[in-house]
């Protein structure tokens, strides 16, 4: 299934967030040969995890982590503005109906099927909460991974084989991305309808609930 969840509560899925972080470990710096901070747990982690953003994470049989990424909104601070602004292609990307997208992860031996599941979750979640777009950086090889999956970003900008680029929210490709995951579109949506409900109880427990 995809779990839909705000950094702050990823301590109560704590098998599940410690993977993911150790599999983020595995893809960005021993696979990709990023210079990313990997801690004492082995989890990769960096300054944009503690700003509380929403992750949508595919779940395995065995609750464990089967791929990943993270969102937040381009109204406050994004990787695209604070590292990567020469990609933006001399646009200028705030909006609170523009996420930005980042750290699409997949755990070892996954394949096309979850990173299928991962563009059901991240358009969900944009359609779900009202968004137009969202945008993310990436290695430029993957626009090729993208088109095979049935949902291309636009291409603002690239540079050294990086890209940065924007993605439009469509039912339409949703239910495309539905039927070629073997996911019913309606199931896709009660996982995150639910799981943004619970999102808004969370928020508006009162301190010491």
Known sequence: MIRYLHG??????????????????????????WDVKVDALGWETDQYDVLDPIYVIAEDAAGRHAGSMRFLPTT??????????????????????????????????????????????????????????????????????????????????????ISAGIWQLSRDVQDKLCEAAGLHPRLSRHWCETALADLERTVALPIGA
């Open 76 to 161: 406050g601070r994004t990787m695209l503005d604070e590292i990567f602004p020469h990609l933006k292609g001399g646009r200028t990307i705030r909006s609170p109906l523009i996420w930005e997208c980042t750290r699409f992860c997949l755990s070892p031996g996954a394949g096309a099927d979850v990173a299928r599941l991962m563009l059901v979750g991240a358009q969900e979640l944009g359609l779900t909460m009202g968004f137009s777009h969202s945008v993310g950086v990436f290695d430029r090889p993957m626009v090729r991974v993208y088109r095979r999956l049935g949902w291309e970003p636009e291409v603002l900008g690239s540079q050294d084989g």
């Open 8 to 33: 702050s509560a990823l301590h109560r899925h704590a098998d599940l967030a410690a993977s993911m972080f150790v599999d983020r470990a595995t893809q960005f710096r021993d696979r990709m040969k």
